[in-house]
């Protein structure tokens, strides 16, 4: 399944005495995937236009491109991520990603009534390891009957999420033997934006996740290891997809809910 998955994270609070669990800060990151909600709920709030949303018992997202805030309902809250590679859920659903940017789709309006069974099983199961089977039976059948091909842009999709700062447009379509346009077409289609903001989604979502593995380092140190011109740079693009300066993103991001219990975001380290 390592071809069609990056991993699995699952988290499951229990608040005993904390009636209003904290908000979790989410900056775009470049990822695709599937989550299942067993017990609790997520509600997602966007910041402008405001509206605040409930997610379903399991959903498909698409690629964000600005900052929400998560907030956990109920007192014993458990989700689990699924992590797919490049293009896989494309390939697995047909659904060009385009149309699910900055939202998501119920699970089960793709999927009916198997992915029904999936959230019983998971509601009625108390062991984490047996969660994650459940979820990987399911896994097997589907990518087992996937009918559209892997492209090598799903190659370059993987190395533009590891080195941002290292990459051009014109040279990754040529490497896949496409024109630009394209390219960007076909990028577009896959995940659901365009290669040139995938790439600085991916590019401060790797500066932040230095900070967060590293956080004695200083910001102007990890603008400039991660390709951006200065700190002022690496700033803006905080101001464009946080919503708000470096520094203030990550003291928010110290008070979510894993910290509150002294743990880490699975997705950074």
């Given amino acids: 399944m390592r071809h069609f998955i990056k991993g699995y994270h699952l988290r499951h609070f229990r608040f005993a005495d904390v009636a209003s669990p904290p908000l979790k800060p989410y900056a775009p990151r470049p990822d695709q995937q599937m989550a299942f ?7 997602v709030e966007h910041i402008a236009p405001y509206k605040l949303i409930q997610r379903p018992r399991s959903m498909i997202t698409g690629q ?6 998560r907030l956990l309902t109920g007192q014993d809250f458990l989700v689990l991520l699924v992590d797919f590679q490049p293009g896989v859920l494309y390939r697995i659903t047909g659904i060009p990603f385009y149309e699910l940017t900055n939202t998501f789709i119920d699970a089960e309006a793709v999927f009916g009534r198997e992915i029904r069974l999936v959230n019983e099983r998971l509601a009625s199961s108390d062991d984490y390891p047996e969660m994650i089977n459940i979820v990987e039976r ?4 589907l990518v ?3 009918k559209r091909n892997s492209h090598p842009l799903d190659s370059i999709t993987s190395l533009l999420i590891e080195r941002p700062e290292k990459t051009s447009i014109i040279q990754l379509a040529e490497a896949t033997c496409l024109c630009p346009r394209q390219f960007e077409r076909l990028f577009n289609k896959r995940m659901g934006v365009a290669p040139k903001l ?4 991916a590019r401060l979502h790797n500066a932040y996740r230095i900070k967060y593995t590293r956080p004695t380092l200083d910001w102007l140190s990890i603008a400039l290891a991660c390709g951006y011109h200065d700190y002022q740079h690496l700033a803006k693009d905080f101001q ?3 919503g708000t300066t470096p520094n203030n993103y990550a003291r928010e991001d110290g008070m979510a809910p894993e910290r509150l219990f002294g743990m880490s975001d699975s997705s950074y380290t």
């Fill in 198 to 201: 995938f790439s600085r989604i």
């Fill in 240 to 242: 464009r997809f946080a």
């Fill in 138 to 141: 399911f896994l097997t059948g």
């Fill in 64 to 69: 964000y491109t600005e900052r929400t805030n």
């Fill in 37 to 43: 909600y067993p017990r609790g709920r997520e509600l």
């Fill in 144 to 146: 087992g009957g996937i």
